[in-house]
């Protein structure tokens, strides 16, 4: 038994309004082809998508929540929107996610403020995702994006490590070229979480740090001074590094660490006493 037709543009009026089981029902719709027939015009889907949009502008927490989960099913079940529109709402979500960490202390101590950062993390990491083996699409609607999404998400990642970590992960493996410019503020922030904060991480965080911190590495990018200007970044020239380079450094990053046990404990007497 077929399901019975629903026009998009009563699916986009509908959602500015709605809320609880209403909602679900309309992601629900969004999910299955009731919404998509023969003379569904690509105007109803630019409604659509103007209303989702719309969602994701405002300033109202709730009605950002619903755009965010909004994008993400229409993105994952429609890919005529995928290919149209796709850009306009990662760029929407990355807008509000790069206001939403300028001002991360306040958001955070709101009910619903790791939530919201969830949702926003999350919904973009899907929509990347969804659109990375797509050529056309990831080289026009994501790579360009890519440059302003980055070091937002370096940012968020000195608070939510857990959050962010993996998401950073999977942009690094892929889009290695444009996070260059931005290894040094990274590898800052990766050494400081190991330095101060390794200790009360989970042991999947642990893992997901280092695991990064290693990738940082496979770019066989020379170590520059982590003082340099980043706006100067893209117009460097970073030479291979051999393999011992890369080790070097990568030891040389828990010397901090080694002094402060010299501090606590006196490794001379613990080494005399094993003797």
Known sequence: MSEEFIAASTLAKSLEFAQGNDFHAILTTLRSPAYINEQLLKSELGFLVTKILKLLRSSNDFDLWKGCHTSVVVCAYNPLILSAHGGQLLAAIYSKLEQKTSFYSSVISSSHGKELFNTLVSSMAIIIDLTK???????????????????????LSQYEPKLVLPVLQKILKRNNTTFKPFINKFRTVLTNLIISDYASLDSKTQKSVCENFAYL???????????????????????????????????????????????????????NYRN
Not at 133 to 155: F, G
């Open 133 to 155: 083996n797509k050529p056309t699409l990831s080289r026009e609607a994501l790579v360009p994006k890519l440059k302003a999404i980055i070091p937002t998400l370096i940012t």
């Open 217 to 271: 590495h496979l770019l066989k990018i020379q170590v520059s001074n982590t003082n340099d200007d980043e706006t100067q970044a893209h117009h460097k020239v970073y030479p291979d590094a051999n393999w011992r380079t890369g080790l070097l450094s990568i030891l040389s990053q828990f010397k901090p660490i080694i002094q402060l046990c010299e501090e606590i404990l006196d490794l001379n007497k613990i080494m």
